[in-house]
């Protein structure tokens, strides 16, 4: 007897421990995005329509969705943001929408306990906040649900939502020029070296702005460092964008010829064209 119940013991654990592991119908996805000096994560599952009417059918309108399927969707900031007006604070949030034919409610939601939308759990007062969002046709057809993200620079991104023929855009902000300007303020205090006062100055004729003081750390750079193709690179281009075309074109001209040394020759065509081009503006002024 007791060698029967040692081998049906030993059967069963055998079946247990051998468990099959199933491929998810909707498999989970993870989208990492940095804009500025900010991170975006966001952890959630792809249905697919699967030749199912997707909007207004699997999904259907005027109820709360979780944005994917599975567990809720969840987007993560390691710093804060503002999302058409509102101000989220950094952190992890559950995403979820409310969608119609001819608007969506998206949401934010703190209480991230809720397996997937929570349903009759689900307590609006815990919403960090809604925004309305109008849809938007695509002609591509887009089977499995996808999360990404489009038009990014130092201070802003979309977040796109695309199923079917469906897409929905989230304009999302970040403040990295408070944070870039106490950075470049506190390094240039401490001990700034050629790098420093050259990447202070690619950021901001990147931004668009401060082109004198931007100047004034190239050429400090260039005292530090030497010369180098791309300090006079950002020179050239902060010359031009001061209108100082004739300035410009010798910095580029002197980009181009550090570049063709170190056989960098995306800087060479980059040089080229500008010099025709700031040459004809010349020209013209």
Do not use: C
Not at 150 to 179: R, Y
Not at 182 to 198: F, K, R, S, V
């Amino acid at each position: 007897m007791k060698v029967l119940n040692l081998i049906l013991f030993t059967f069963f654990s055998t079946v247990i421990v051998a468990q099959i592991e199933a491929p998810k119908a909707s498999p989970f996805s993870k989208v990492e995005q940095d804009v500025g000096l900010t991170k975006i994560t966001i952890s959630y599952s792809r249905p697919g329509a699967k030749g199912r009417k997707v909007l207004g059918g699997l999904v259907p309108y005027g109820r709360i969705w979780r944005v994917g399927a599975n567990e809720s969707t969840k987007f993560t900031s390691d710093d804060d943001l503002t999302i058409m007006g509102n101000y989220l604070p950094k952190g992890t949030y559950a995403l979820y929408a409310f969608p119609n034919k001819d608007y969506w409610d998206v949401v934010f939601h703190k209480n991230l306990g809720h397996w997937g939308d929570g349903r009759k759990d689900y307590d609006p007062e815990e919403d960090a906040f809604r925004i309305r969002i109008k849809p938007q046709e695509i002609p591509n057809y887009q089977e499995n649900f996808l999360i990404t993200f489009d038009k990014i620079d130092h201070n802003s991104i979309n977040m796109l939502w695309i199923w079917e023929q469906t897409i929905i855009k989230i304009p999302i902000s970040v403040d990295t020029d408070t944070k870039m300007r106490q950075e470049i303020a506190l390094n240039i205090e401490e001990n700034p070296t050629a790098q420093t006062y050259y990447e202070a100055a690619r950021y901001l004729q990147e931004q668009g702005e401060s082109y004198p003081e931007a100047l004034s750390y190239l050429n400090k750079a260039i005292d530090l460092g030497g010369d180098t193709y791309y300090f006079y690179r950002v020179k050239s281009l902060v010359e031009a964008a001061l209108k100082d075309y004739g300035s410009a074109i010798i910095s580029a001209q002197k980009s181009l010829e550090l570049a063709q040394k170190e056989d960098k020759d995306e800087f060479v065509r980059m040089n080229e064209q500008n010099i025709y081009d700031w040459r004809n503006k010349k020209v013209k002024n």
